[in-house]
């Protein structure tokens, strides 16, 4: 959720600070700070709002120093606030905080009196306080932190400075991922590698519990215990390079755009194209003995896993549960031995994922994830992972990262089908080459930018919008509506098409658009009929199909927009019929005036439960 940068250097702390700091602006929004030691004291500089606001403060009020620590905040305990601005203080420590204390209350009624000097709203200044409560015992700063981290319960990455300790930071990670970073005569925190990508390539990963002190002579990492602890040095293949927006308004809008490509990307990893053949790298995984899959993910990510169950049910015929993760674990589910269990993430850190994971591996799953950051903690923690190829993604409303799950989901399920004789060999050259056409597709499917900006002046005037489809578009009409629901603040849903006469149907009015993802596929038939209903009821109804469908479907009744998509092979279809959903929500987001790349309330990486 937050973004955490420490660093321990040898020049001005700040400048670097906001530096990585501007690379975790997607974690949070709410409000940002520094804190510096300045001759042996600490000072602090924070802001309400984003990034700039701290940047403006700076500037006024420059704040020197070369030890330092900075956040960007997204809002869990108290109002976005400057007095709830990270970092936060009590006299002898400053500290910055990713997660959630659980037991703050608690604590806070323990520390008794102290309490009273306690200014913000938040869970994270209790830590402070307790800590100092220690340092104020006599105890040194490393003593404190290793009396301290064994009382806080939830989840959370802690990075502290102390006073009077120019050459000393603390940090702590569980639940929440936090790196250390090994430089030229400096050493870093950060919760993302992408902070700390400019600054080293030199990345240690702290595991589940670990809390380390950093020294300019390098990091000592203990285990929960206090046991003293090695953990390797890795050579991270993040870019140092500052992701820009280049000629385009929004990330989001680069993001969207640049899908021919990351797809293209993701495939050159799993598809031979002159063999039209399907190889996925080695596996543990004897997918002809798997009895049942067992898929979760959240929001975004749990849509590519909805799409793929139809996928591996109907092209390689294994049986498919899909759980979102936030409830996966609390239903206790019974899964069969020898069972395969996906997670699919794109930063590797959800915490319901990663929670959802470790049940299944105390229930005897082998473990597959599909990430798009090798390093992340769920690639860490599993038997195999496949990578997607879609490099940095910072609109918070994922894109890119949509598509190649998809296509590596894709790339799967052909490969499992394979191994079980699901398929024949014409049958993989057949899917092999829609595959490979997509890039090329996709390409096609942003053409028709400017006339899906057009119709997005409908939606721009609507109160609630509907999402529909049937078998695999049904998670894309679900994704659609999530989009536009994230970034315009519209209220949309996503139905089943054949579920809006039992019930949602009522809902249905003049001028209410409704969304059709309609290929022509099996259930092609179905869809058109339940577009008539739509139409019948004075719903305005925006049908995007192939030029076929659209010829069929102005023979029964005509839509109130049509755009037409290329011809595909229906397996393919969800990848390229995402697309013009994601453009619809973005065109109606800038209609709007929203904050696009930034959402109100919304994270990118939401490592929290």
Same mark, same amino acid.
């Given at each position: 959720m937050c973004g955490i940068v420490g660093i321990? %250097?040898?020049?001005?702390?700040?400048?670097? =600070?906001? !530096?990585? +700091?501007?690379?975790? &602006?997607? $974690?949070?929004?709410?409000?940002?700070?520094?804190?510096?030691?300045?001759?042996?004291?600490?000072?602090?500089?924070?802001?309400?709002?984003?990034?700039e606001n701290l940047a403006a403060v700076l500037e006024r009020d420059p704040l020197p120093g070369m030890t330092g620590i900075g956040h960007t905040r997204w809002a869990t305990h108290g109002v976005p606030s400057e007095n709830n601005a990270h970092p936060h203080i009590s006299d002898g420590v400053a500290i910055v905080h990713n %997660?959630?204390?659980?037991?703050?209350?608690? =604590?806070? !009624?323990? +520390?008794?009196?102290? &309490?009273? $000097?306690?200014?913000?709203?938040?869970?994270?200044?209790?830590?402070?306080?307790?800590?100092?409560?220690?340092?104020?015992?006599?105890?040194?700063?490393?003593?404190?932190?290793?009396?301290?981290?064994?009382?806080?319960?939830?989840?959370?990455?802690?990075v502290m400075i102390f006073k009077g300790h120019n050459d000393l930071?603390?940090?702590?990670?569980?639940?929440?991922?936090?790196?250390?970073?090994?430089g030229d005569g400096?050493?870093?925190?950060?919760?993302?590698?992408?902070?700390?990508a400019p600054l080293t390539r030199r990345i240690c990963y702290l595991e589940e519990g670990d809390w380390a002190v950093l020294t300019p002579e390098g990091a000592q990492i203990y285990e929960t215990d206090g046991a003293p602890v090695e953990r390797p040095i890795v050579q991270t293949a993040v870019s140092g390079a500052l992701v820009g927006k280049g000629n385009y308004h929004h990330f989001m809008q680069k993001e969207i755009f640049e899908q021919p490509t990351v797809i293209g990307d993701t495939l050159a990893g799993v598809l031979n194209p002159a063999?039209?053949?399907?190889?996925?790298?080695?596996?543990?995984?004897?997918?002809?003995?798997?009895?049942?899959?067992?898929?979760?993910?959240?929001?975004?990510?749990?849509?590519?896993?909805?799409?793929?169950?139809?996928?591996?049910?109907?092209?390689?015929?294994?049986?498919?549960?899909?759980?979102?993760?936030?409830?996966?674990?609390?239903?206790?589910?019974?899964?069969?031995?020898?069972?395969?269990?996906?997670?699919?993430?794109?930063?590797?850190?959800?915490?319901?994922?990663?929670?959802?994971?470790?049940?299944?591996?105390?229930?005897?799953?082998?473990?597959?994830s599909i990430v798009n950051v090798p390093e992340s903690t769920i690639a860490r923690e599993s038997d195999a992972v496949i990578l997607t190829k879609a490099g940095p993604e910072i609109g918070v409303a994922s894109t890119k990262a949509f598509t190649t799950q998809l296509t590596v989901l894709a790339a799967v399920a052909v490969s499992a089908a394979k191994a079980r004789g699901a398929i024949d060999r014409a049958r993989e050259a057949e899917l092999a080459v829609a595959l490979?056409?997509?890039?090329?597709?996709?390409?096609?499917?942003?053409?028709?930018?400017?006339?899906?900006?057009?119709?997005?002046?409908?939606?721009?005037?609507?109160?609630?919008?509907?999402?529909?489809?049937?078998?695999?578009?049904?998670?894309?009409?679900?994704?659609?509506?999530?989009?536009?629901?994230?970034?315009?603040?519209?209220?949309?849903?996503?139905?089943?098409?054949?579920?809006?006469?039992?019930?949602?149907?009522?809902?249905?009015?003049?001028?209410?658009?409704?969304?059709?993802?309609a290929p022509s596929d099996a259930l092609f038939e179905k869809t058109a009929?339940?577009?008539?209903?739509?139409?019948?009821?004075?719903?305005?109804?925006?049908?995007?199909?192939?030029?076929?469908?659209?010829?069929?479907?102005?023979?029964?009744?005509e839509p109130f927009a049509s755009i037409e998509l290329p011809k595909v092979d229906p397996f393919t279809a969800p990848l390229l019929y995402t697309i013009p959903v994601q453009l619809l929500a973005y065109h109606t987001a800038v209609l709007k005036g929203t904050d696009v790349d930034q959402p109100r309330n919304l994270a990118k990486s939401v490592t929290v439960e």
């Open positions: 321990l %250097g040898t020049g001005p702390a700040a400048p670097t =600070l906001l !530096e990585g +700091l501007k690379r975790l &602006a997607y $974690r949070g929004y709410d409000s940002a700070g520094i804190a510096t030691l300045v001759n042996g004291s600490i000072d602090r500089r924070r802001a309400e709002g984003k990034l %997660g959630i204390i659980e037991n703050f209350l608690e =604590l806070r !009624e323990e +520390l008794g009196e102290r &309490a009273d $000097r306690i200014s913000s709203e938040t869970d994270t200044e209790i830590v402070a306080h307790v800590i100092n409560q220690h340092l104020e015992a006599g105890l040194t700063p490393v003593e404190a932190v290793a009396k301290t981290l064994p009382r806080l319960e939830g989840a959370f990455g802690l930071m603390i940090g702590a990670r569980r639940g929440s991922p936090l790196a250390i970073g090994y400096e050493m870093y925190f950060g919760s993302d590698a992408l902070a700390l063999e039209q053949t399907i190889t996925l790298p080695p596996l543990p995984i004897d997918f002809a003995a798997v009895p049942r899959i067992t898929i979760s993910a959240c929001g975004t990510a749990s849509y590519a896993g909805q799409v793929a169950k139809y996928w591996f049910e109907q092209v390689a015929r294994i049986p498919v549960e899909v759980d979102i993760a936030s409830e996966f674990r609390y239903r206790a589910a019974p899964l069969p031995e020898g069972g395969l269990a996906l997670f699919i993430s794109q930063s590797g850190e959800t915490m319901d994922t990663l929670e959802a994971l470790r049940y299944c591996r105390r229930q005897g799953q082998v473990i597959l490979a056409e997509t890039p090329g597709r996709a390409a096609e499917v942003l053409n028709h930018d400017e006339a899906l900006r057009e119709i997005a002046q409908t939606l721009a005037k609507a109160r609630d919008v509907f999402y529909m489809g049937r078998g695999a578009s049904f998670p894309i009409a679900l994704e659609g509506a999530l989009k536009l629901k994230e970034i315009s603040y519209i209220h949309a849903e996503g139905y089943a098409a054949g579920e809006m006469k039992h019930g949602p149907i009522a809902l249905i009015e003049d001028d209410v658009p409704i969304v059709m993802i009929s339940n577009v008539q209903e739509m139409v019948a009821r004075g719903g305005k109804v925006i049908f995007l199909s192939d030029a076929d469908g659209i010829a069929r479907m102005n023979r029964m009744a």
